[in-house]
């Protein structure tokens, strides 16, 4: 199939435009034991959160508690009974590593006051509308669901619509563009009868005139 038969004429295959690296290949499912994973983790994440009633707070609070008491106990048997300490790696932060934090968290808060004085300002109308639909969109989903649940939704359609589209690619791109072209038509159609009608509008008008 030539590229003017694909979607979009694109001359890419899904996995060139997703990135072609570990991304790509973990949402196309090209490194399934890793996209199982994912997906099982972020399952049982929902899960936790969900239906047992914990919160992000209570349950990082609960984890940290036990990971304390455990490793306290480690360190106090070992001492006691002459064993190595519990193998804890030096946790440090350099001052390198908190100077490009700050800069990349700088530069990205600089672009998204820019884009935000900009849409303020009315200087770009086609941004303010981009903004204000998304917004308004990202208002209606939220709330109709939670953002755990809104999250681990749009994982799931992450990671399965782009596989579905590059399996059954030829089939999908041949419906669409089929759909494309008679909407063409009917556009078309559609067009050449407003303009006849004007016309025959604009004709009696001149008539009884």
């Not at 509308?129 to 994982?155: E, M």
């Amino acid at each position: 199939m030539g590229s003017h038969d694909r979607l979009f004429n694109r001359h890419r295959t899904v996995h060139q435009i997703l990135g072609g690296g570990l991304v790509a290949d973990v949402i196309l499912w090209r490194r399934k034991n890793l996209t199982m994973g994912i997906l099982l983790l972020t399952l049982a994440v929902w899960v936790v959160f969900e239906r047992s009633g914990y919160t992000l707070l209570s349950l990082v609070s609960s984890v940290l508690l036990l990971l304390t008491i455990i490793l306290f106990l480690w360190a106090k048997s070992a001492a006691i009974l002459s064993r190595p300490a519990p193998p804890l790696p030096e946790l440090y932060l350099s001052e390198e590593m908190v100077n490009d934090a700050a800069t990349f968290i700088r530069t990205q808060v600089n672009e998204l006051l820019s884009v935000s004085h900009d849409v303020a300002m009315g200087k770009d109308s086609r941004l303010f509308f981009k903004v204000a639909a998304l917004l308004g969109l990202i208002s209606i989903v939220g709330g109709l669901t939670d953002f755990l649940t809104l999250g681990y939704t749009s994982l799931v359609i992450v990671l399965a619509v782009p596989a579905l589209y590059e399996r059954y690619e030829d089939f999908v791109d041949s419906y669409c563009m089929m759909g494309y072209r008679k909407m063409q038509q009917l556009c078309v159609k559609f067009s050449r009868n407003c303009v006849n009608s004007v016309q025959n509008w604009i004709l009696e008008m001149r008539k009884l005139s």
